[in-house]
């Protein structure tokens, strides 16, 4: 091999190491960005548990609460977890069958089902494949159908109503893309918390703001209704803003 050839060889090897290593140094920061994500997803949902969906909306001045069309079929507590989502044809379920099997344990399935009232997107046969596969609750802006075996699940369920008509399973639709539901933007990996007051969105890139203003929120309210049964006259129980608004509304 003349001197060329050797230099060429070396020059080529040597790039080579260069780019395999870029790629595991690439490999391993991803790894290392996806495992802290992890954590701070488990540590978001953990500090959402202890909250309520009213504490989470004062937490973003009122915004990001659905309509309350709709309710919970078989509330047992707080329902909290990041979304996945679901578009839907109207009146059609076959990307929320999709979506089901495409979703990890703990997730929180959000269906836009484009206003349509005229037949259930969801049955019993859906919800308890849902429930096998861990995912922790479905949110859907549309009817439901089977009412009394799903209030026995242990998944949740929200939706606007019921009916016993069944839906087409033809698409179109779309998973994991930016939907409304309850004319609220969700988008996936989006934070949800639900209750019997209803359902709230926490965007994911400001969770953590409104998750801190909302643990405030809840340190006051205590000290608030503190003060309310402790207190025995009038003065003592009214809050020190009434006045002062009452007034500067005055100027």
């Not at 802290?36 to 973003?60: F, N, P, Q, W």
């Not at 990001?64 to 679901?86: C, D, E, H, S, W």
């Not at 405030?216 to 207190?231: D, F, G, P, W």
């Given at each position: 091999m003349?001197?060329?050839m050797?230099r060429?060889?070396?020059?080529?090897?040597?790039d080579?190491?260069?780019?395999?290593?870029?790629k595991?140094?690439?490999?391993?920061n991803?790894?290392?960005?996806?495992?802290?994500?992890?954590?701070?997803?488990?540590?978001?949902i953990?500090?959402l548990?202890?909250?309520?969906s009213?504490?989470?909306?004062?937490g973003m001045?009122?915004e990001?609460?659905m309509?309350?069309?709709?309710?919970?079929?078989?509330?047992?507590?707080?329902l909290?977890g990041q979304?996945r989502?679901?578009?839907?044809?109207?009146?059609?379920?076959l990307?929320?069958?999709?979506?089901?099997?495409?979703?990890?344990?703990?997730?929180?399935l959000v269906?836009e089902?484009?206003g349509?009232?005229?037949s259930?997107?969801?049955?019993?046969l859906?919800?308890?494949a849902?429930?096998k596969?861990?995912?922790?609750?479905?949110?859907?802006?549309?009817?439901?159908r089977?009412?009394?075996?799903?209030?026995?699940?242990?998944?949740?369920?929200?939706?606007?109503g019921f009916?016993p008509?069944?839906?087409?399973?033809?698409?179109?639709?779309?998973?994991?893309?930016t939907?409304?539901?309850?004319?609220?933007?969700?988008?996936?990996?989006?934070?949800?918390?639900?209750?019997?007051?209803?359902?709230?969105?926490?965007p994911?890139?400001?969770?953590?703001g409104?998750?801190?203003?909302?643990?405030?929120?809840?340190?006051?309210?205590a000290?608030?209704?503190?003060?309310i049964?402790?207190?025995?006259?009038k003065?003592e129980?009214?809050?020190?803003?009434?006045?002062?608004?009452?007034n500067?509304?005055?100027?």
């Amino acid at each position: 091999m003349n001197n060329f050839m050797k230099r060429f060889t070396k020059e080529i090897c040597s790039d080579n190491v260069i780019f395999i290593t870029l790629k595991i140094n690439n490999v391993m920061n991803f790894t290392k960005r996806s495992d802290e994500m992890y954590k701070s997803d488990k540590d978001m949902i953990h500090r959402l548990k202890k909250l309520s969906s009213t504490l989470v909306a004062d937490g973003m001045d009122y915004e990001n609460v659905m309509n309350y069309k709709i309710k919970p079929v078989n509330f047992q507590k707080t329902l909290v977890g990041q979304a996945r989502t679901v578009s839907t044809y109207p009146g059609d379920n076959l990307y929320i069958h999709y979506g089901i099997y495409e979703s990890e344990p703990g997730d929180i399935l959000v269906v836009e089902g484009k206003g349509a009232v005229d037949s259930a997107y969801l049955g019993n046969l859906m919800a308890a494949a849902a429930q096998k596969l861990g995912i922790e609750g479905i949110i859907i802006d549309g009817l439901i159908r089977d009412k009394d075996e799903i209030s026995k699940m242990d998944i949740q369920v929200y939706a606007q109503g019921f009916t016993p008509k069944g839906p087409r399973k033809e698409g179109p639709g779309s998973f994991d893309k930016t939907i409304e539901c309850g004319r609220v933007v969700v988008n996936s990996h989006d934070y949800i918390i639900a209750d019997e007051d209803g359902v709230v969105v926490i965007p994911y890139d400001i969770a953590e703001g409104v998750i801190t203003g909302a643990e405030e929120k809840k340190v006051y309210e205590a000290q608030r209704l503190k003060t309310i049964n402790e207190s025995s006259e009038k003065e003592e129980i009214e809050p020190s803003w009434l006045r002062e608004t009452i007034n500067r509304k005055k100027q």
